[in-house]
């Protein structure tokens, strides 16, 4: 406690980083009030049935992931998955189209024009996202709007304020990062999140105490140590491991040395980080889409039981396209062949291994087999939440337990932690961690 103390102070000393983190507060502090900000012409009072459907399923994801800006009808609604949506598109072009790939290698230049294209794309998801976003409040809560107005009148304004409140959003993220602390993309989905475990947790609290079947105390306990158990293992997920498993470690060295230590490849278990699941939730909610359109009660046994992220369907679904995933996104940011001509170009080899195409087929084979693992363990993490439900643990409280959520917190966090580190070592100050550095989800040491 004592170190802790003495730690915020030094933060307090260094007029930047007390700055950034001001800054960094206000901004947030913008986002959330944005977030109760509701549509011009609709009455607050009567989202009863909106917020009903988004209490569970999956909706209740997307309400979690805008902060709660969902289910309030707010000008925040959409939050900042449409650009995120954008974002992961980008990076699937930049694997089948040449062009994309140019940019890719022209640095600076190209990182400022696939940006560009990536707003662009940005407000085009939201021009259809927007629009399904309101049909959805017409249906849930038609009577939410203002007498004397008609939705068809209705519709195109509040496109615009939606599509512009998600676009504000996006500022905000990016000013965050250049002037405040940590990612503003990554921080403002956090914030979001995290919104909802105060209410989340009290609810739990009172199921557990008050129903017959609640258990008490003790499975209460029991809950808190899982969540412990599944809060480091997430902490071991997004940091990764700070080098290749042993067997391999010994032959994936080059013959440079620095400083007396060879250097090894930079391999992780967890290359792929979060995407793969991100990837999955985003093809998961299509029969969400779907049913958007249509009456529930109509859709098939199959569609009705992707709905259900309880179900064993929706889980075992879930888990293989995040394996499958996994793969393809470590295929896609870890090019054995490149890795293989940068070692050659820099002199370096792996002992027994011929240079070239043999080592880029080897890297690849190495990649493959510790892939298989870290699929296994972030797939396992992505369905805690359906597991907890098992224990009868409530559903909006459930979604702390793994998923999306626990690893975007967690990465956010440490991410944050070692920015804040690097500021005070960089003024020769104590860390946050008497152990050391902080190693966040791009800062991990090989």
Request: proline share 4%.
């Amino acid at each position: 406690m004592k170190k802790l103390i003495e730690t915020l102070k030094n933060i307090w000393k260094i007029e930047d980083l007390r700055q950034r983190i001001l800054i960094t507060l206000l901004f947030v502090a913008i986002y959330r009030f944005g977030s109760f900000v509701v549509l011009p012409g609709i009455n607050p009072s009567m989202l009863s049935q909106l917020q009903s459907q988004t209490a569970g399923g999956l909706m209740s994801l997307l309400d979690m992931f805008s902060g709660g800006a969902f289910s309030n009808a707010s000008i925040f609604a959409l939050g900042i998955m449409p650009y995120i949506s954008a974002s992961i598109v980008m990076q699937l072009l930049a694997v089948a189209v040449p062009y994309v790939q140019k940019m890719q290698r022209e640095g600076e230049s190209g990182r400022k024009k696939i940006s560009m294209y990536t707003r662009w794309l940005t407000v085009a998801i939201l021009l259809f996202h927007a629009p399904g976003y309101l049909m959805n409040l017409k249906m849930q809560a038609g009577a939410a709007l203002a007498t004397g107005i008609s939705w068809s009148v209705f519709m195109v304004p509040a496109v615009i304020i939606l599509s512009a409140g998600s676009m504000f959003i996006l500022w905000l993220g990016e000013r965050i990062t250049d002037k405040g602390i940590g990612n503003g993309i990554s921080l403002i989905i956090m914030i979001g999140i995290i919104a909802r475990l105060p209410q989340a947790f009290i609810q739990e609290v009172s199921s557990r105490f008050t129903a017959i079947t609640g258990g008490g105390l003790v499975m209460f306990l029991v809950e808190i140590i899982i969540l412990y158990a599944v809060v480091c293992a997430s902490i071991v997920l997004v940091q990764g491991v700070r080098k290749v498993p042993v067997q391999y470690a010994k032959r994936l060295v080059g013959n440079k040395q620095v400083g007396g230590a060879r250097q090894y490849i930079p391999l992780k278990l967890f290359a792929a980080n979060v995407m793969p699941i991100i990837f999955a939730q985003a093809l998961m909610f299509i029969p969400l889409t779907i049913v958007q359109y249509s009456a529930p009660e109509n859709a098939s046994w199959f569609v009705r039981t992707m709905l259900d992220h309880h179900s064993w369907t929706y889980n075992i679904i879930f888990a293989i396209l995040i394996i499958a995933f996994t793969y393809f996104y470590t295929a896609i940011t870890l090019n054995p062949t490149q890795m293989a001509e940068d070692m050659k170009r820099n002199n370096g080899f792996i002992p027994g291994v011929k240079p070239g195409k043999d080592t880029a087929e080897y890297i690849d084979t190495v990649m493959s087999r510790i892939t298989l693992p870290g699929s296994l363990f972030i797939a396992f993490i992505a369905i805690m939440p359906a597991l907890a439900g098992l224990l009868n643990v409530q559903d909006a409280f459930s979604q702390f337990f793994g998923g999306t959520s626990l690893l975007i917190l967690v990465g956010v966090v440490l991410d944050t932690l070692a920015q804040i580190e690097s500021h005070l070592l960089m003024r020769h100050y104590d860390g946050l961690l008497s152990s050391g550095r902080i190693h966040g989800r791009g800062m991990a040491a090989y």
